[in-house]
């Protein structure tokens, strides 16, 4: 009997494991160790790590062990485990803020082991002299300026599809989102600040769909509807990663049968990119992203 019982787990933990990989795509799995007492570490800890569709954390609280499977072709060990210490969780490779960890529920406060904090994981290990310190400011400021320019990319990209559509232009249009979707194809998400990346994990893969299909037509009905999908996921980019210049989050109310869509422009001044020369002026700014 205990030995049936043992092979039925064995085949439910393998059924469980080959439907997880099924939903994600280029599905790799790797076990490591993650710091934790209880159920609630386990809740926390799987919940900061999954991302749908694209990262998936199973963690066992009696080993302190969890199974990572997710997307290669999309994020990486080391990002799963930033965000689970960013939560609250050491790992043999990040160490939670301290901040984190002593807001911790009393019962899921493990013993640590001493390693750099996870918010400082840019800022290497300071040297002994002024020399050493000086490099370091180098490296860190490097870092952010890679941040800002493959993302000012991106934006730079959609303003530019923007305007397009304000003239009802569907060759300008679509050749506006075949830049977009380079730009988008060319960021590297590990060299992102760990706010933006956690946007980015999510709206990426929409964005590239929107854009694909707005470069691979000139209907400009059609692109203006995905458009509206489009502008959402990056507002959601831009309040995370900021603009260099104000941004204005504008609000039709009459597009897609007085629903109402939005859109991010440069300018206070309202051009209706739904509507064009019919209705430019229709809408409202809602909202000023600095």
Avoid at 45 to 56: C, H, R
Wanted: net charge neutral.
């Amino acid at each position: 009997m205990k030995s049936s019982f043992i092979k039925i787990m064995i085949a439910a933990v393998m059924l469980l494991s080959t439907s997880i990989n099924a939903q994600i795509k280029n599905a790799k799995t790797e076990t490591v160790k993650v710091y934790g007492n209880c159920g609630m570490c386990e809740t926390t800890i799987e919940k900061a790590g999954s991302i749908k569709k694209i990262a998936k954390v199973d963690w066992n609280q009696e080993t302190q062990m969890a199974t990572l499977t997710y997307d290669a072709s999309v994020t990486n060990q080391d990002e799963i485990l930033k965000r689970i210490a960013l939560a609250g969780y050491d790992s043999d490779k990040f160490l939670a803020p301290d901040e984190v960890y002593n807001n911790l529920h009393g019962c899921c406060q493990y013993d640590r082991v001493a390693k750099v904090p996870v918010k400082e994981e840019n800022r290497t290990t300071a040297g002994t002299d002024s020399h050493s310190n000086h490099g370091n400011h180098s490296e860190t400021t490097t870092n952010v300026i890679q941040n800002e320019n493959q993302l000012k990319a991106v934006f730079d990209n959609y303003f530019l599809l923007k305007d397009a559509l304000i003239t009802s232009d569907g060759t300008k249009a679509a050749a506006a989102s075949k830049e977009l979707l380079t730009a988008v194809n060319n960021v590297k998400m590990d060299k992102l600040d760990m706010e933006a990346h956690m946007v980015w994990m999510k709206v990426v893969n929409p964005i590239k769909e929107d854009a694909e299909h707005i470069a691979d037509t000139k209907d400009v009905k059609h692109q203006r509807d995905h458009f509206t999908t489009l502008s959402k996921d990056i507002y959601t980019l831009i309040k995370a990663a900021k603009y260099e210049v104000p941004v204005y989050f504008q609000f039709c109310p009459m597009y897609n049968d007085g629903k109402g869509a939005n859109w991010l422009s440069k300018e206070n001044a309202v051009k209706n990119p739904y509507y064009g020369s019919m209705m430019l002026n229709c809408g409202k700014t809602v909202e000023t992203i600095k």
